[in-house]
């Protein structure tokens, strides 16, 4: 579903990814760790384009994916992204919120989309909250508006750069609950994540990120009970102690 091959990229002098190989079939969920600034969201970013690469190619569903253009905003509205802040639009409703993308491109009927938005609020426990605006809702709801929105456009992947970091901890399992089960319904998902217990949970593989590169990727279990690298090690011993 992905496939990056030889992707570097540079902000200025700084390399933040360095050779990237990776390929993702359908339906795996891929949780990506690593310390801040190793590369984690830059990684994610760049698979939909939201950050450019100076060299090597990545394809989703087998197309390669362009550097702009109409080609570049079709294969987008195949990947869905949430990101640690909401970006909801605060002077729409909820089910506006989330209908807005199917009617604009997707083309559907006003009554469609807001058919479909209601399915969705539905599925992530929200459908009671439609009428209301971003604002009235607590950070863990916003977030899982925004899940929903992403959803709308029926996307092939879904990509989660830091979902669950700028809320409150008891709004964490909530959206974390959303995610797991996408996971367990077959979406192929890349999520940049802090939460151990997801990616323990959740995911069918485990990539290790430090200074740009992938330096472990291996199963869950095998990861948090056998980590091979030095910064792994590091890493996880920071976490695990708390």
Not at 84 to 90: A, D, G, V
Not at 170 to 183: G, I, W
Request: glycine share 6%; net charge negative.
């Amino acid at each position: 579903m992905i496939k990056m091959t030889d992707v570097q990229k540079f902000f200025d002098d700084f390399q933040a990814l360095k050779d990237i190989n990776l390929e993702v079939p359908k339906g795996q969920v891929v949780v990506v760790l690593g310390p801040s600034g190793s590369g984690k969201s830059t990684l994610c970013r760049t698979i939909n384009r939201l950050e450019t690469i100076e060299q090597g190619t990545i394809e989703i569903d087998g197309v390669l994916l362009p550097e702009e253009g109409k080609g570049l905003a079709k294969i987008r509205a195949d990947v869905g992204m949430v990101f640690q802040s909401f970006n909801l639009f605060p002077h729409l409703t909820i089910k506006d919120n989330v209908s807005l993308a199917p009617i604009k491109v997707r083309k559907l009927k006003k009554s469609e989309a807001h058919d479909l938005a209601m399915k969705l609020l539905d599925r992530v426990g929200i459908a009671n909250q439609a009428d209301k605006y971003p604002a009235q809702l607590s950070g863990g709801q916003q977030q899982r508006v925004a899940i929903a929105r992403a959803l709308a456009m029926n996307p092939k992947i879904m990509l989660f750069d830091e979902p669950t970091s700028a809320l409150d901890p008891e709004m964490v399992n909530e959206v974390l609950d959303v995610m797991s089960s996408l996971a367990k319904e077959g979406m192929t998902m890349v999520c940049v994540t802090h939460e151990m217990g997801f990616a323990r949970k959740a995911a069918d593989r485990v990539l290790f990120m430090a200074d740009g590169a992938i330096v472990e990727d291996t199963e869950p279990d095998s990861f948090f009970t056998n980590p091979q690298s030095a910064r792994a090690k590091d890493f996880l011993g920071k976490i695990l102690a708390h």
